[in-house]
């Protein structure tokens, strides 16, 4: 597809034989039909368009068969950068032009991804409408002429914020960069210096870092790429994935609820076990008040207006997105403390048995308790491999290298912060 351009803006005129030409995502790009010859870089320029023709008349395509080209980048020092042959009709491509037939290549666009002016979805619906206004009853119809109207008005306006045409990929992807300025309402609100040292001390320990993975899930969720109908697609994933959860830490809470029930039905129980009994059995509670609750609310919150002032909000508050992300872990973590507070009552009433005078009833308390040491050990030592060391710790790490990276962590965040803060001031 090739457009006019407007070329009292362009320094260089384009060479003879080449046609200039449009990408869909809005860069140009230069083609050459006798020379079967493709190239992104702008050939205006006749430095760079000599040093393209060194490489391009090496290059013999006399013989080539209807449907080849090649595409061809030059580095600033002369050199081939890129060299990809393509036979549309058997849709291959290789990086020579004599391997074009030996492997197929799925050249697939992501949709996501994609700047067009309208999602598939809608590009769908418009099609149906197209259709229905090239029925021989709507040929001189005035809603067909305002639809077309509207609809060429939408995709110009589109193009032209978008810079259409104008740059080549190289130049379109350093003018979109060069565009994106800081703006503090469009991005989320962050603890300050204070209490983020704070705030990290609660989601490693208390919260048992938990609130990172949901944080991690709300900005993935939160992103906007330029897609309502994309951005939908992730809040309805989003509250999928928070009920689904929810709904298995429910499970659990109410089963641990049961235990500790039972537990505080136990007779002669000590002190301590019932201490840790009830307020295991409190935690619990919180763990289903709270998760009922969220579900109820998300469930009931689907539409877009409904994400739009929810990330709104989560975006604005006092203590950003880390506050949002340490409210979702709230179920898990009162779930955790749960279950800690009632082991703590079982090993409890596990070591009235030690105080009685009985030898054997002594002998098989200790050997409880240390079956429930060697089960403990076994639990850190599996959760501790599957949350730390084969996510993030690097093979051959030794254990000071350990201390000192697990110390040094939080001082470069609060670090880096700090450089943030200033940044932006």
Known sequence: MTLPIDTEELQFTVPDGWNLCVHPRGWIYFHNPFLKLLTDQDIRNPEKYNQLQVHASDIDSSEWEEGMEIILQVNRRGDVDFLLAINHSNCVAARTPEAVTDKAT??????????APFSKQECDELMKLVQEMELPCNAHSPAKTVFLAWLLREVCSYRNSQDYGRFTRGESLDHTGSQRIYDPSLHDRKPSTIFLPILHIISNVLFFGIPWTYLAHVRASFEYHGRFVALQA???KY???LVREYSHFLLVSTVLLSATVGMLAVPEISAVSRIAATISA???LGSVIVGVFSMWRHQAN???TDAFTYMRNAHQHVLGLHGLAMLLSIPPVLLI???ITFAVSVV?????????????????????LGIFFVILGTVM????????LVWHIPLGSTLWSLLVTSWKRPVRSVGRWRVTRKSEV
């Open 337 to 339: 403390w749960a279950v």
């Open 302 to 304: 689907m539409q877009p």
């Open 381 to 388: 030592t599996a959760l501790h491999s599957t949350f730390s």
């Open 234 to 236: 992730r809040w309805a």
């Open 282 to 284: 409190f935690l619990s």
């Open 239 to 241: 509250i999928e994935r």
């Open 348 to 368: 409890s009433y596990t070591t009235q048995g030690i105080d009685e005078g009985d030898v054997l009833a002594r002998s098989l308390t200790w050997i409880t």
């Open 106 to 115: 799925d050249n697939l666009l992501s949709g996501p991804r994609c700047n």
